[in-house]
């Protein structure tokens, strides 16, 4: 089974303060995804990586970086935490795959992430 | 416009009784794919089941069935014989084909409750 495991369930950090949120899979896939999670949004791309050092920009990119510098790892990186990114971050990792393929992204058991 | 739409927030059944949570996608490219993913109150996103756009059979997997209905552009989870351990919230996500990298776009989610 594919194993994607974050770093923290719970953290809590002060507004300003650097935060990373770590992701490590153990399938060798090549792409890895970080989302964010708010009730009523759904889930929402934040950036994703298709190989190492490989990154690009999702749907709400603004206020974070990613690091890819291992296959297996992939960083969220909150480079001033504020209060509105106190949210639930989930990780997955998937295959290279074409739009037809039935294989699913695999994701961590997230981290609740309170921003003070 | 939203690419998949959930419009039930939430569904309430009773135990062993079959359930439809809905699902409606907006796209143009012809090759895609449906993704049901199950979201426990512990936070880990489970895939559930999968059905291509090109598939002339609903996909069913155990007591999951999706009713893939092409022209109307809806992908609708069935769940039959329901359990309490069917309680959770419930997304839809569609790959298409343009996106290169495999991502995934996500509904809002529709949170169930079984009771007994």
């Known amino acids: 089974d594919v194993k994607v495991t974050q770093s923290s369930r719970y953290l809590v950090k002060r507004t300003g303060e650097k935060v990373f949120l770590e992701c490590v899979q153990d399938?060798?896939?090549?792409?890895m995804f970080w989302y964010r999670q708010d009730p009523g949004l759904g889930l929402r791309l934040i950036y994703f990586s298709y190989d190492v050092k490989m990154k690009e920009k999702g749907d709400i990119p603004e206020g974070y970086s990613v690091s890819r510098e291992k296959k297996e790892r992939f960083s969220l990186i909150l480079e001033s935490a504020s209060t509105n990114q106190t949210s639930m971050y989930l990780c997955?990792?998937?295959?290279?795959?074409?739009?037809?393929?039935?294989?699913?992204?695999?994701f961590g058991d997230g981290t609740r992430l309170s921003i003070l | 416009a939203q690419k998949i739409t959930q419009t039930q927030p939430g569904m309430f059944v009773q135990e062993k009784e079959a359930v439809t949570l809905d699902c409606t996608y907006d796209t143009s490219d012809p090759s895609y794919g449906l993704f049901w993913y199950k979201q426990p109150s512990s936070g880990e996103m489970i895939f559930l089941i999968y059905q291509g756009s090109y598939d002339q059979q609903n996909a069913t997997e155990g007591r999951y069935s999706l009713n893939f209905q092409k022209a109307r552009k809806s992908a609708n989870l069935v769940i039959s014989a329901s359990q309490l351990g069917d309680s959770a919230m419930y997304f839809c996500a569609m790959r298409e084909g343009n996106s290169g990298y495999s991502t995934l776009t996500f509904g809002k989610g529709t949170m169930l409750l079984v009771s007994p």
């Open positions: 399938m060798d896939h090549e792409n």
């Open positions: 997955a990792s998937s295959l290279v795959l074409n739009s037809l393929s039935n294989q699913p992204q695999h």
